[in-house]
């Protein structure tokens, strides 16, 4: 009786086991989380920023990285107006007092000359692609044939359409002396430039983190997994988590996202399968971030 009762005992436990390993996997599953075996860290990073000390978290499922992007937190927006293609929040925005940096043109002002219709603010628009010289545009934007990224000098760019091309480019704290923009702030910052706000953003947070004060809003195309793997050659496991490094700074430093969108490209939206879980995801982003 007493090893039957043993027996009983023991096959209930493994019953027991068996049915919790099953709800376990059924809520793992439910909320859509796939462990992600190469990612290059599985450790905590702490950064310290200007006296600001951010806290970052390794990315182990894509599922987290796609939600943060596609649902908007910033919901405190009053005045969020279309100004060219892009969402900008007008609240904090004061008209013939304001000044953006509009980097990515490709032969379209469309936002440019919008701000300044609508806020007759003062616009430096960048784009090193489009074999245009240094101009005014107008009364309050000038053109500068020069890029952003994490360094200066020269950089062979190419995207769709266009290959090999050479161009001169500078870091967002190199732009900003050279525009004697010091003790200004840039109510609007506009990054358009085709996988390299990535560069554009951790150079802000390990070498001027300071700027991200001077920053009040941030448009950025975003371009995620497959997109900017085709550009640098990264795996794709390092270029998520290191997107995924970049939110989180930005979100540390106050900015919060207000808008985000799929980008169409000639009517289309480019789609790929999530190699980690099969999932359709899109190539880019169009996001609009702001602070309190």
């Given at each position: 009786m007493r090893l039957n009762?043993?027996?009983?005992i023991i096959t209930y436990s493994m019953l027991s086991f068996g049915v919790l390993i099953l709800c376990l996997v059924y809520i793992f599953k439910m909320e859509g989380?796939?462990?992600?075996?190469?990612?290059?860290?599985?450790?905590?990073?702490?950064?310290?920023?200007?006296?600001?000390t951010c806290y970052l978290e390794p990315l182990r499922n894509t599922d987290?990285?796609?939600?943060?992007?596609?649902?908007p937190t910033a919901a405190w927006c009053i005045d969020e107006a279309t100004v060219g293609?892009?969402?900008v929040c007008m609240d904090n925005i004061t008209?013939?007092?304001?000044?953006?940096?509009?980097?990515?043109?490709?032969?379209?002002?469309?936002?440019?000359?919008?701000?300044?219709?609508?806020?007759?603010?003062q616009v430096h628009s960048f784009d090193p692609t489009m074999g245009v010289d240094d101009h005014k545009r107008g009364t309050n934007i000038q053109f500068h044939n020069l890029g952003?990224?994490?360094?200066?000098?020269?950089?062979?760019?190419?995207?769709?359409?266009?290959?090999?091309?050479?161009?001169?480019?500078?870091?967002?704290?190199?732009?900003?002396?050279?525009?004697?923009?010091?003790?200004?702030?840039?109510?609007?910052?506009?990054?358009?430039?085709?996988?390299?706000e990535l560069d554009v953003i951790l150079d802000v947070a390990y070498n001027y983190p300071k700027l991200f004060k001077k920053v009040k809003q941030l448009i950025m195309e975003i371009h995620t997994l497959?997109?900017?793997?085709?550009?640098?050659?990264?795996?794709?496991?390092?270029?998520?988590?290191?997107?995924?490094?970049?939110?989180?700074?930005?979100?540390?430093?106050?900015?919060?996202?207000?808008?985000?969108?799929?980008?169409r490209e000639w009517g289309n939206i480019f789609t790929f399968k999530d190699k980690t879980n099969g999932k359709t995801r899109s190539c880019c982003y169009e996001t609009s971030w702001i602070k309190k």
């Open positions: 009762a043993v027996y009983r989380i796939t462990q992600l075996e190469n990612f290059p860290s599985t450790i905590s990073e702490s950064l310290d920023m200007d006296g600001t987290k990285y796609y939600n943060f992007i596609l649902f293609n892009y969402q008209k013939s007092n304001c000044l953006v940096y509009s980097f990515g043109i490709a032969n379209h002002f469309d936002f440019d000359d919008s701000i300044v219709q609508l806020k007759d603010c952003i990224s994490n360094y200066k000098g020269s950089k062979t760019m190419s995207y769709i359409g266009k290959k090999n091309i050479n161009t001169q480019v500078d870091t967002l704290y190199g732009i900003i002396q050279m525009l004697n923009h010091t003790d200004d702030n840039i109510d609007v910052l506009k990054l358009d430039i085709e996988g390299s497959e997109e900017y793997y085709w550009h640098t050659g990264n795996s794709v496991s390092t270029t998520l988590a290191d997107y995924w490094k970049m939110i989180q700074i930005l979100e540390c430093q106050g900015f919060h996202i207000m808008y985000s969108v799929k980008i």
